[in-house]
Nanobody
Framework: QEQLVESGGGTVQAGESLRLSCAAN????????MGWYRQAPGKERELVAA?????????TYGDSVKGRFTMSGDGAKNTVYLQMNSLKPDDTAIYYC??????????????WGQGTQVTVSS
């Protein structure tokens, strides 16, 4: 059974950094794309970053994270990462890893991990 396991969440102060990891039990090089979503309390889940695996091209989504969040992947480890810098209290959320694909330029998720909590205190 396919699994995506996130790690690296925790509680940090505003301005600090965290790196989230998502380990897959399959060869991520065979995927079309992977992504990171987040869901804050009382809000809808939102896409924050995605990577097109064949090209390695990454995208970040949302003005609130551009310039602060970066997604990357390591095919040898079957792991993708989300580097989050200059964290703000508004970044507090559960962060979910996803396997998906690009359809007409839009990232669509097919599979989710169980999520990792990120809490940023002011």
């Amino acid at each position: 059974q396919e699994q995506l396991v996130e790690s690296g969440g925790g509680t940090v102060q505003a301005g600090e950094s965290l790196r989230l990891s998502c380990a897959a039990n399959r060869n991520i090089r065979s995927f079309n794309a992977m992504g990171w979503y987040r869901q804050a309390p009382g809000k809808e889940r939102e896409l924050v970053a995605a990577i097109h695996m064949p090209s390695g091209r990454t995208n970040t989504y949302g003005d609130s994270v551009k310039g602060r969040f970066t997604m990357s992947g390591d095919g040898a480890k079957n792991t993708v990462y989300l580097q989050m810098n200059s964290l703000k209290p508004d970044d507090t959320a559960i962060y979910y890893c996803s396997r998906g694909r690009y359809i007409s330029g839009k990232y669509v998720s097919d599979r989710w991990g169980q999520g990792t909590q990120v809490t940023v205190s002011s």
